[in-house]
């Protein structure tokens, strides 16, 4: 038995505690720590379990493709993610990047996002992957704010059904064709459509509103429905405008003559001689859908954008198909289109801004192959959009190969500015515009002049607020 000295004992832990600690010196020297980036997920999509599944899938993703970053994820419910993050910023924790969300919500937290000018120009970031208007969307004064990820375009929907009924030939589905009616071709424009509109009202006798018999309180069918679409959203189809001016901090609404004219065509459409609109009180019936007019069968024509493909389920119900057309031209020869979607924003404070840099080029790269059909999202990359359509023709097989390409087509119509344009003290000016809409929806005796000024001061009165 060998019996050792304590004085050997203590030697020994000594060269084991010595071995050890020039180990863990040559381990920290070998495996540097990684930088820390946190993605904030859940103030709009993300934030379902089969979401937030794929995010942390597409998350380990990321870290296993690279060993100089740790992506974290930090999901918020729907309901306090905004106050969770506006929290963050005020206290100068913010997320390095957020989302997917929309241009509205992330103009709702204006001043916030980092400008990836330099990031995009140093990198060598291929722009050429997106449609120039998609890009163009998210420029501001400050530069630009992100890059084009999840995109719904708009279009017509139509129902062939209704149209043969009538006697009418389909509207176009390319963009620059003509429509013919009555043996003429004519312009696809806001004033072939309302005509084409009025003749697919019908009411409970089979009679149209160009003809006399028509019974206007009694409509069974109208010609036009807008779905999804808010006042600001329907004005933008007409034209592009920044709505607001600023004085050394002063503001001052200027809502274009384009948005009036917009308006009062859409008043016009519901409380008119000829209407093909149906009004906020017919619209509220439960034969027409509680406000989903095309979804009800309804309306023969609805402007809506890709997103709306993941509503229509009545029409596989019913037996019913759907196809789409192009967006008309406004009288000033243009097209106008308003597209929604929502992609990833860095936030200004970021310690590592090129790091979440190279996060977010590879959540819209190859993050995106995981990510957009969770979200029922067609990609901004027109190469990638395809994926949309082959996740989704197997609810509607009816749908035609000429259908989907006008949603291809709709990329290059991108409003700028867009609906969701920074507005000061957005929410209260966007609820203002909601109740101006509602007027318009529900009293057929307003004085539309009036109405539309009382608009204009009453936004000058919130956009100034301290």
Known sequence: MIILKSSNILRILTLISLFLSISNCKSALTTPKKTQIKWFVGLEIGASPEQIATLHEVTADFNDSQNQIELTLQTATVGGAYDLLATQFANAQGPDIVGPISLGTANNFYGQWMNLDSYIQSSGFDLNLYNPALVDLYKSEAGTM???????????????????????EYPPQVYGEKYRLDGQLVGWNWDTLSEVAKRLTIDINGFNTTQPEFDREHINQVGFSFEGQNA???ATFFGTAKIYTSTAGNYVSSIPETW?????????AMWGPRPFLATGALADTFEFGRGNVFYAGKSAMALSQAWFTCCLTSFRET?????LAVLPKNNDGAIHGQITESSFYIWKGTTHPQETFQVLTYLLNTGADKLLPVYYAMSANAEKAETFFDQISGQYPFITRQSWQVFIQGLSYA????????????NEALNRFQSFADILAYNNKLD??????????????IYNKP
Do not use: C
């Not at 002049?449 to 009165?461: G, I, R």
């Open 232 to 234: 600001l959203s329907i």
């Open 448 to 461: 539309f002049e009036a109405e539309f000024q009382k608009l204009q001061d009453d936004l000058t009165s």
């Open 415 to 426: 409003a700028t500015p867009n609906a969701d344009q920074y507005l000061p003290h957005r």
């Open 260 to 268: 009036k004219n917009a308006w009062q065509w859409q008043h016009d």
């Open 319 to 323: 037996g019913k198909e759907f196809q």
């Open 146 to 168: 992100t890059l084009p990820f999840a995109i719904s375009p708009s279009a017509i929907y139509y129902v062939p059904a209704m149209f043969d009924e009538a006697g009418l």
